[in-house]
């Protein structure tokens, strides 16, 4: 489970298959419509190497290696095409390469704010959630705008992607206003007054950038989130797998374990009990959590030590 170590071209060439739709793949809703890979209109900014790093170390936070490269068929990094199974259909990641035909290469800067803060692509269309959208929203413009130059800075691939395969009517594009009306709800984090710059921070990266409640927090039928059992686990995480309760409850959660366990799992993919971690939490490691800083993983470890206990066993349902 090895990554090349060259961070500052961007690209991970060892690694291993892709097993399931990784820590950034959720269920699509029923009411909302798909991704594109329209081409954007506005000229690309000249980005400093101090924000192309920026963007690239958002990029390994938020885990868009892992959902936008289709490692089992060889891709390319980063352009898209990775199979994402859901009850509503299959979707297909995007190239996010800056091929302006096939990718985002005439992507402005309004329309990448757009895509993060209100899930619109650059025609006006709503985006499926399983682009995580709803917890992107939270993002800080300057986060966003460095991810942009990042992937600007990148060689163009050509990759044209399969369209979606959605069983109907869940694609329904005129049912997407109503999905979002109930359930989402745009604006950036804002720090709690009263907090340390240490526990906004970690709250910053699991809540907004990490996007961890997207896979560890159970789902309603139609695909939002349960905010009550905020980052409790669920049993139908993706691909129909089991996403652990991540709260400190001292028997169902983490609550027996410490800052350095939780910083272990998160740069070296090890719990405490010396298993290794699988699925997408495996890939969310090998693809970005590996390469933050020991400050933000620290950060992280504070703020979910710090949240109220939710008693939530999971494991597979009994037959």
């Known amino acids: 489970m ?21 820590i950034t793949l959720l269920l699509a809703s029923i009411l909302t419509i798909g991704f594109t ?68 290469g005439n992507w402005s800067d309004e329309d990448f704010l757009n895509a993060f803060r209100q899930g619109l692509n650059p025609a006006g269309e709503h985006y499926y959630p399983v682009f995580p959208y709803p917890t992107y929203t939270k993002m800080r413009d300057a ?31 005129f049912l997407q206003g109503f999905w979002k009306a109930m359930n989402f709800t745009p604006g950036e984090f804002q720090d709690t007054t009263g907090k ?9 990266l699991v809540e907004a950038v990490g996007h961890c409640g997207e896979c560890h927090t159970p789902r309603s039928e139609l695909g939002a ?13 993706p691909d129909g797998g089991l996403v652990p309760n991540i709260t400190p409850h001292p028997k169902t959660g983490i ?19 010396y298993d290794d971690v699988q699925g997408g939490m495996e890939e969310a490691v090998i693809f970005g959590l590996k390469y933050l800083k020991d400050a933000d993983l620290k950060a992280m470890a504070v703020y979910l030590l710090s949240l109220d206990p939710i008693d939530n066993l999971i494991e597979k349902p009994k037959k």
């Open 2 to 22: 090895t990554v090349s170590e060259n961070h500052k071209g961007g690209t991970v060439s060892d690694r291993r298959s892709i097993k399931n739709s990784g």
């Open 225 to 237: 989130l349960d905010h009550s059992m905020a980052l409790a686990g669920t049993v139908k995480g």
């Open 37 to 104: 890979t329209i081409g954007f209109s506005g000229a690309v900014s000249a980005a400093t190497d101090d924000l192309i790093e920026k963007g690239q170390y958002m990029v390994w936070a938020g885990g868009c290696i892992g959902c936008h490269t289709d490692v089992k068929n060889k891709k390319p990094e980063l352009a898209g095409g990775l199979a994402l199974k859901t009850p509503f259909g299959i979707f297909y990641s995007p190239n996010i390469t800056p091929d302006k035909e096939t990718g985002i």
């Open 255 to 273: 609550g027996e374990w410490t800052e350095d366990d939780i910083i272990e799992l998160l740069k070296n993919g090890m719990k405490p009990d």
């Open 196 to 204: 340390s710059a240490e526990w906004n921070r970690g709250a910053y």
């Open 143 to 173: 986060d966003i705008l460095a991810i942009k130059a990042y992937l600007f800075s990148l060689k163009p691939v050509r990759s044209v992607v399969k369209d979606h395969d959605v069983q109907p009517p869940f694609g329904m594009r």
